[in-house]
């Protein structure tokens, strides 16, 4: 996954046929990324972005939220159409993983 938006890496990986997912940051590089067929977008900082961006009018394109997420936001997410979130420094308590995380988990595995 990109950190940001880079056409020239992106093309690159697609050359080599290796899967690269861009971070989009602003409207002009979701076009771009659009343009160039990505299917899988991460938005960061989405909660930047959870306005701007309308989901369902990409039918073709799984979103990945990122940027200060936690646990407790998979519902949202979830309902605005991502198909996934990344959890970084907020997944951590102490330098320990967060026990929400490993509650979820659970939940899922029965």
């Known amino acids: 996954m990109m950190k940001g938006w880079d ?9 080599k046929n290796h899967l690269l997912i861009p971070g989009i940051k602003h409207l002009k590089g979701l076009k771009q990324a659009i343009d160039l067929n990505c299917e899988i977008i991460k938005i960061y ?4 972005n ?11 394109i799984d979103f990945i939220a990122a940027g200060g997420l936690s646990i407790s936001d998979i519902p949202l997410y979830k309902s605005l159409g991502y198909k996934a979130i990344v959890i970084g420094d907020m997944g951590f308590k102490n330098n320990k993983i967060d026990p929400k995380i490993y509650e979820w988990l659970r939940r899922r595995s029965n």
């Open 50 to 60: 959870i306005e701007l961006i309308n989901l369902s009018q990409y039918k073709n």
């Open 7 to 15: 056409r020239d890496l992106l093309n690159y990986s697609n050359s």
């Open 45 to 48: 900082p989405v909660k930047d």
